[in-house]
């Protein structure tokens, strides 16, 4: 490989190529650098459906846990999706995923949120009687956002059936 001036060698960076990599591995069929949308759909596939949130889309590039992106604005698949589809991110804000799939980027399962906060987040990846916090255990309240677990929500559910009848047997035997 010959050497490329500086200038080029920034030029081609810049277009998301590396001097010696085979030109059609970062350009479209059309011969145009792929942006980086096109490079982040293409290696996105839908995960299953979450019952609150839809569909992840998970990046299936490279992962450390979150989806890694070389030579992009933003080198994680997530904060590089956040970018496009919604905007800068400020400062010293991070971006927390709802779904606990590290590798998703759907904006909608994303929330900007504060270093405190993620690690708040981070630390309970289980509820208090361990059932995971993440896939179809996790219940996201639509209005708060909060997180729970849909297994106890269900056990409170019918502990507390279960108490409403035992009241209206005594009463009927009062
Ligand atoms: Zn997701
Ligand atoms: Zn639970």
Redesign the pocket.
């Known amino acids: 490989m010959q050497d490329m001036p500086a200038r080029d060698a920034a030029a081609a960076s810049e277009r998301g190529c590396q001097p010696g990599t085979p030109w059609q591995t970062w350009s479209s069929p059309s011969g145009r650098p792929r942006t980086d949308m096109e490079r982040l759909l293409d290696d996105t596939v839908l ?1 299953q459906p ?1 019952p609150d ?1 839809g569909a ?2 998970l990046f299936t590039g490279p992962a450390d846990p979150y989806g890694r992106i070389d030579r992009a604005s933003e080198r994680y698949a997530h904060r590089l999706g956040w970018k496009l589809l919604r905007g800068p991110i400020p400062d010293d804000m991070e971006l927390h ?3 606990g ?1 590290h590798t ?1 980027w ?1 904006p909608d ?1 994303l929330v900007v949120v504060t270093h405190a906060e993620n690690m708040a987040f981070a630390a309970r990846t289980h509820c208090k009687n361990g059932h995971p916090l993440s896939g179809a255990n996790l219940r996201i309240d639509p209005q708060t956002g909060t997180r729970a677990c849909r297994a106890c929500g269900a056990e409170h559910q019918r502990a507390f059936r279960e108490r409403q009848a035992a009241k209206r047997m005594s009463r009927l035997t009062e």
Do not use: A, E, I
């Open positions: 995960g979450h949130l992840c889309w995923h709802r779904c799939v998703c759907n399962h």
